[in-house]
């Protein structure tokens, strides 16, 4: 079996600028394994684009006797569902390949709740009460430029106290928001602070420990658990991608995962 760091490209065929990098610092001594991720977003069923990620990060790993972990990024519950979550891990295994980890973004929740409270607590970042409305204005265009949001200078304490009751579920959809500190007319118009957490009422797609979640709500949950998913059942991208090659190659099931 080859080592980490012996391609098992063909010999004689160029290598595309990402591999070349890897080969680059492999040889250098820069890195000495393979490590890559393939981390969607389950608002939706994959694309052709998606495959093309997924053969170049799960590819480059299997070809380095590397690990590629499928790192699912359900950050916005509105717009997920588990019916994704199911929908990508198939799309994957059919595509003729097996991740290392299975890993969740809310996962982190905590840590970056952390990160979150850090932030504020150095003058870095704030509690927004401005509307989605006056976002767009104190955002400036691309003439005009962007404008602080007057609440940018509340002090640290005020701060805190209104992310920890955002967390709490005491505010309602859109009260508020945190921004890092970003000099808005200095940075060039029609940009506008960072938005880092945002206050928001829904199910999980992904449900962890319970002390992790700002607002806890079984309704999505209660939904998978009884299996009433909601959406197209079937994956489009697959069944054309299945219409043009009906007889895939063996490589695409036949791999050891």
Same mark, same amino acid.
């Given at each position: 079996?080859?080592?980490?760091?012996?391609?098992?490209?063909?010999?004689?065929?160029?290598?595309?600028?990402?591999?070349?990098?890897?080969?680059?610092?492999?040889?250098?001594?820069?890195?000495?394994?393979?490590?890559?991720?393939?981390?969607?977003?389950?608002?939706?069923?994959?694309?052709?684009?998606?495959?093309?990620?997924?053969?170049?990060?799960f590819g480059i790993a299997r070809e380095r006797n590397g690990t590629c972990n499928?790192?699912?990024?359900?950050?916005?519950?509105?717009?997920?569902?588990?019916?994704?979550?199911?929908?990508?891990?198939?799309?994957?295994?059919?595509?003729?390949?097996?991740?290392?980890?299975?890993?969740?973004?809310?996962?982190?929740? =905590? *840590?970056?709740?952390?990160?979150?409270? %850090?932030?504020? /607590? @150095?003058?870095?970042?704030?509690?927004?009460?401005?509307? $989605?409305?006056?976002?767009?204005?104190?955002?400036?265009?691309?003439?005009?430029?962007?404008?602080?949001?007057?609440?940018?200078?509340?002090?640290?304490?005020?701060?805190?106290?209104?992310?920890?009751?955002?967390?709490?579920?005491?505010?309602?959809?859109?009260?508020?928001?945190?921004?890092?500190?970003?000099?808005?007319?200095?940075?060039?118009?029609?940009?506008?602070?960072?938005?880092?957490?945002?206050?928001?009422?829904?199910?999980?797609?992904?449900?962890?420990?319970? =002390? *992790?979640?700002?607002?806890?709500?079984? %309704?999505?949950? /209660? @939904?998978?658990?009884?299996?009433?998913?909601?959406?197209? $059942?079937?994956?489009?991208?697959?069944?054309?991608?299945?219409?043009?090659?009906?007889?895939?190659?063996?490589?695409?099931?036949?791999?050891?995962?």
């Amino acid at each position: 079996m080859p080592h980490a760091d012996e391609p098992t490209t063909t010999p004689g065929v160029s290598l595309d600028f990402i591999r070349q990098i890897v080969e680059d610092d492999l040889a250098s001594g820069k890195h000495t394994h393979v490590a890559t991720r393939f981390p969607p977003e389950p608002n939706g069923y994959l694309h052709i684009g998606h495959a093309k990620s997924i053969c170049l990060n799960f590819g480059i790993a299997r070809e380095r006797n590397g690990t590629c972990n499928l790192r699912l990024d359900d950050t916005n519950p509105v717009k997920e569902d588990v019916e994704y979550v199911d929908s990508i891990k198939e799309d994957v295994a059919w595509l003729g390949f097996t991740w290392n980890q299975e890993l969740y973004a809310s996962d982190y929740f =905590e *840590q970056l709740y952390r990160f979150a409270v %850090t932030l504020i /607590e @150095r003058g870095l970042a704030y509690v927004d009460s401005l509307t $989605p409305d006056q976002i767009r204005e104190y955002r400036g265009t691309l003439t005009q430029p962007g404008r602080n949001s007057p609440y940018r200078d509340r002090p640290v304490a005020e701060n805190l106290d209104l992310f920890a009751r955002m967390r709490a579920g005491e505010h309602r959809d859109g009260d508020g928001d945190q921004q890092v500190e970003r000099e808005r007319a200095a940075e060039g118009k029609g940009h506008a602070g960072l938005g880092a957490f945002f206050l928001c009422h829904a199910g999980e797609v992904h449900p962890g420990p319970a =002390e *992790q979640r700002a607002i806890p709500d079984a %309704t999505q949950r /209660e @939904r998978r658990d009884r299996g009433d998913h909601h959406g197209q $059942p079937v994956d489009v991208a697959r069944r054309h991608l299945e219409q043009m090659n009906p007889a895939r190659p063996d490589s695409l099931s036949s791999h050891e995962h």
